[in-house]
């Protein structure tokens, strides 16, 4: 049976532990150890503490997808799943709109 092979030692995992808790980017830490981010991050991944990024729109709103709205738009209006699949051809931006105009109406 072979020996495990230790890419970090105790020390090493202390230290990208401390450094990405000081807010430290991890290509900074990376390059400082002499690893890839990737190997990085899978190390802050087992160790439980690594917060992949978030990710918004320009105007800081979180992402939402064009077949979420379409959904969302859908069910306000009781249609079909291919009627649903079709409107998710729309534009991203013109969906919104609808959405948005749907949730601020009053029920009819």
Do not use: C, H, W
Not at 9 to 18: D, G, I, N, P, S
Not at 68 to 78: E, K, N, S, V, Y
């Amino acid at each position: 049976m072979a020996d495990k092979t230790v890419n970090y030692t105790a020390e090493q995992t202390a230290a990208v532990l401390e450094a990405y808790a000081a807010g430290t980017d991890v290509a900074i830490i990376a390059e400082s150890m002499g690893k890839t981010a990737r190997s990085i991050i899978a190390k802050l991944s087992r160790e439980g503490v690594y917060q992949k990024k978030t990710y918004t729109t320009k105007t800081g709103e979180a992402v939402q997808k064009k077949d979420q709205t379409a959904d969302a738009i859908g069910a306000i209006l009781r249609m079909t799943e291919s009627e649903i699949e079709s409107l998710t051809k729309a534009n991203k931006t013109a969906l919104k709109k609808i959405f948005d105009a749907l949730a601020n109406s009053l029920p009819v």
